[in-house]
C-alpha cells in the first residue's frame, strides 16, 4: 500500500500542442506499481484550455472546484462544476476549459492496458 497526500507528487506543465495554462500530478502511475489505471489532478488556469483531440483510452473524469465547459466534435458545450463526472470514450474528440475566474481542478483516471 503506498499512501501520500497529492500534494507530494509535482505540479507539472502539460506541454501538448493546443493546451495552454493546464498542469497536472502524475498521482498513481505505473511507476507506483498500478497495473490498470492512472490517476492524474489537473489544474486548470482561469482561461486555461486543452485542444479539441482524442487519444485511444477512455478517460473518467470528476471535477473537484471552479467552473469550465466540455465541448464535443459537433461544438457543443457542456457546462462543469463541483461533483459533476464525465466519461470520455476512446477516440472521442473533446476539449476541456476553464471559463471561470479561478482554478479548475478535476481529477482524471485513464487505462493502462492500452500503452
Not at 486548470?44 to 484550455?49: K, Q, S
Amino acid at each position: 500500500m503506498e499512501i501520500r497526500h497529492y500534494t507530494d507528487v509535482e505540479l507539472e506543465d502539460v506541454d501538448r500542442t493546443g493546451f495552454q495554462g493546464v498542469k497536472a500530478r502524475y498521482v498513481i502511475t505505473e511507476k507506483e506499481g498500478a497495473p490498470h489505471f492512472a490517476m492524474r489532478v489537473f489544474e486548470f488556469e482561469p482561461g486555461g484550455h486543452t485542444s479539441l483531440h482524442q487519444h485511444p483510452e477512455e478517460h473518467e473524469i470528476f471535477i473537484l472546484e471552479g467552473e469550465g465547459i466540455a465541448v464535443n466534435e459537433k461544438g457543443e458545450e457542456f457546462k462543469l462544476g463541483p461533483g459533476h463526472t464525465l466519461y470520455i470514450p476512446p477516440h472521442e474528440p473533446h476539449q476541456i476549459k476553464n471559463v471561470s475566474g479561478r482554478l479548475m481542478k478535476f481529477i482524471c483516471l485513464i487505462p493502462l492496458m492500452n500503452r
